[in-house]
Nanobody, 125 residues
Framework: QVQLVESGGGLVQAGGSLRLSCAVSGRTFSSYVMGWFRQAPGKEREFVAA????????SHADSVKGRFTISGDTAKNTMYLQMNNLKPEDTAVYYC??????????????????WGQGTQVTVSS
């Protein structure tokens, strides 16, 4: 069994920064891909970023490139999402996810088989 627990969400003004954390427990993730997704009210869950746990390769959605950075600390079994220059359109519930099937980074949410409970990020204008 795998548990993913997000933290670090909150309310911030436009232009501000937040760092989200995702603590992983239950299994080792040396060969997994992990990702961040977000879901705004009335919208589908969308890909934000992914990281290959072994090697550290990353991928970011175009909408967040240059502002968000995904990273991981294998010793702490924790993944992070550093979010800078936040915009009101970044407001959403942010979820961390793990893909235990293939070590291929993908934006397809159906490939991820473990999910956290989500953390709210609200950006005021």
């Amino acid at each position: 069994q795998v548990q993913l627990v997000e933290s670090g969400g909150g309310l911030v003004q436009a232009g501000g920064s937040l760092r989200l954390s995702c603590a992983v427990s239950g299994r080792t993730f040396s060969s997994y891909v992990m990702g961040w997704f977000r879901q705004a009210p009335g919208k589908e869950r969308e890909f934000v970023a992914a990281i290959r746990w072994r090697g550290g390769s990353t991928s970011h959605a175009d909408s967040v490139k240059g502002r968000f950075t995904i990273s991981g600390d294998t010793a702490k079994n924790t993944m992070y999402l550093q979010m800078n220059n936040l915009k009101p359109e970044d407001t959403a519930v942010y979820y961390c996810a793990a893909d235990s099937t293939l070590p291929i980074m993908t934006a397809d949410k159906s490939s991820y088989d473990y999910w956290g409970q989500g953390t709210q990020v609200t950006v005021s204008s």
